[in-house]
Nanobody
Framework: QVQLVEAGGGLVQAGGSLRLSCEAS????????MGWFRQAPGKEREFVAH????????VYADSVKGRFTISRDNGKNTVFLQMNNLTPEDTAVYYC?????????????????WGQGTQVTVSS
C-alpha cells in the first residue's frame, strides 16, 4: 500500500505560480512512476503530467506544456508540479497518483494509488 499526500494548493492570481508537492509513504517510492491529474467541477479527471521512476523522462498534456514542470526527488519520496503562468482554466483539484510501472501513463485508470487532492484556484 502506498499513501500519497498532496500539498501546495491555494488561491493565486492569473499569471502567478504555485508548486505542488506529493509525498509518498508505505513502499519504496522509486518503484513507482508518478502522475498528476486534475478535475474541475462538472468535468472529467484530466491528465496533466507524468514522470518515470528515475525522473529522466516526463510527458505533459498539451494544455500545460511549457508552463508546468513535473519533477521528483526519490531521496525525499516526493514528486513536484511547478505551475507557472497560471490561468483561470487551470482551476481544479489536483491529484497525484502512483503507478507500479517503469513509466507513467496519461490514463487515470492505469494508476494504482491516489492522493486526496489539493485545490488550486486561479482568479482572473
Amino acid at each position: 500500500q502506498v499513501q500519497l499526500v498532496e500539498a501546495g494548493g491555494g488561491l493565486v492570481q492569473a499569471g502567478g505560480s504555485l508548486r505542488l508537492s506529493c509525498e509518498a509513504s508505505g513502499r519504496p517510492f522509486s518503484n513507482y512512476a508518478m502522475g498528476w491529474f486534475r478535475q474541475a467541477p462538472g468535468k472529467e479527471r484530466e491528465f496533466v503530467a507524468h514522470i518515470n521512476r528515475s525522473g529522466v523522462s516526463s510527458v505533459y498534456a498539451d494544455s500545460v506544456k511549457g508552463r508546468f514542470t513535473i519533477s521528483r526527488d526519490n531521496g525525499k519520496n516526493t514528486v513536484f508540479l511547478q505551475m507557472n503562468n497560471l490561468t483561470p482554466e487551470d482551476t481544479a483539484v489536483y491529484y497525484c497518483a502512483a503507478r507500479s510501472s517503469l513509466t507513467g501513463s496519461s490514463s487515470w485508470y492505469a494508476y494504482d494509488y491516489w492522493g486526496q487532492g489539493t485545490q488550486v484556484t486561479v482568479s482572473s
